[in-house]
């Protein structure tokens, strides 16, 4: 692949890029030394789940591998034990090494669905991390000022507000900094809302008397609400690793002006093959639902095998549009009468008495097909009764 190649390649779909002079010139640099480069992407060891907003970015890592390059993929399992600093989130706790060890095998088994393992480095940053002084955690502070990290979009606006930044905060992006220096990147990917920890690292690797990192910062893919990024904790994601019937059921209910995106950033799909089917929809040609159900298919053979896509669509024709039951669905037994609740809760289609009570408050619980909105509703069981909850979950009911 010529460098012309590599640069058309990997500068598509990027948001910022700091810069593409840097990035052409060390391409020609590898080339020259018959090596690739070094591509930073650091991960979260609190959530190892990992959902199509991810594979954005490892899309991207994937095209630099498939170019010659390898990837480094960090770990912060050194942050992951202090936890979130600014004590304001319950999605980052403190992780225990037990924890970080289960989570990180999780992403090498999901992430390696994306990614080639013979050409990724898995690091921990409690390697250089973990046994640094707190001396040396000042020397390092010293070529950091107040000024630069107030530069920060979030920082400033909490400062201007008079809202509290605690002194971990302002060492976090320093942490991701020096990873860039320990690894020696060349280049680092992060979310657009990553900029500014990416920059950092580029001004302290020139401390170092490192080249500095080049910096490219991709979208955050909007999950199926349309509006949020795609986040486990808001509810609107689509794992990589769920069942195919559910990847595929989640997908179809995207809108249709968002699933275009996912073909690009999902499927990577040129940006003219994605406009001339814009083309066929805006001119009656082409029907919106098919060529969503193309998208969710091809989403599904990715990530759980060719032609599992075909059956769940399939399945959902028959589930949805034609409003017959699935082939198979879990056996739920009782033995006598059971509150609704107790139910949604004992199918496992709820993970509390709360949340059930606020699916049958909203019209997403029917038996046999006839929805129930009464939360002190008592259910008399009866042998193959169907308890429906939502748009696909099942269960059939066994005495």
Known sequence: MTIEEQLTLLTARHVDLISAGELKKKLETAAAENRGLRIKYGADPSAPDIHLGHVVGLNKLREFQDAGHTVVFIIGDFTGMIGDPSGKSATRPALSREQIAVNAESYKQQVFKVLDPEKTEVRFNSDWLGGMKFEDVIRLSAHVTVAQLLARDDFSKRYDENRPISLVEFLYPLVQAYDSV???????????DQLFNLLLGRELQKVFGQDPQVVMTLPLLEGLDGVQ???????????????????????????????????????CRRPEEIKAMQAKVAADELHPRA?????????????????????????????????????????????????????????????????????????????????????????TPENGMILKVGKRKFARIVC
């Open 182 to 192: 320990m690894v020696k990147a060349d280049v680092e990917l992060g979310g657009t």
């Open 291 to 379: 060529v969503k159900d193309e998208m969710a298919r091809c989403i599904v053979d990715r990530f759980a095998g060719a032609g599992e896509g075909q059956k769940a669509s399939e399945e959902f024709a028959r589930i949805f549009a034609q409003k017959e039951l699935p082939d198979e669905m879990p056996e739920l037994k009782l033995s006598g009468k059971t509150g609704l609740i107790a139910l949604v809760v004992q199918a496992g289609f709820a993970s509390s008495n709360g949340e059930a009570r606020r699916l049958i408050q909203q019209g997403g619980v029917r038996i046999n097909d006839e929805q129930i909105s009464d939360i002190k509703a008592v259910i």
């Open 229 to 267: 990024k795609m986040s486990k904790s808001l509810g609107n994601y689509v794992g990589i690793n769920e069942s195919p019937k559910e990847i595929f059921g989640k997908l179809m209910s995207v809108s249709d002006e968002l699933m275009w995106k996912y073909f690009l950033y999902i499927l």
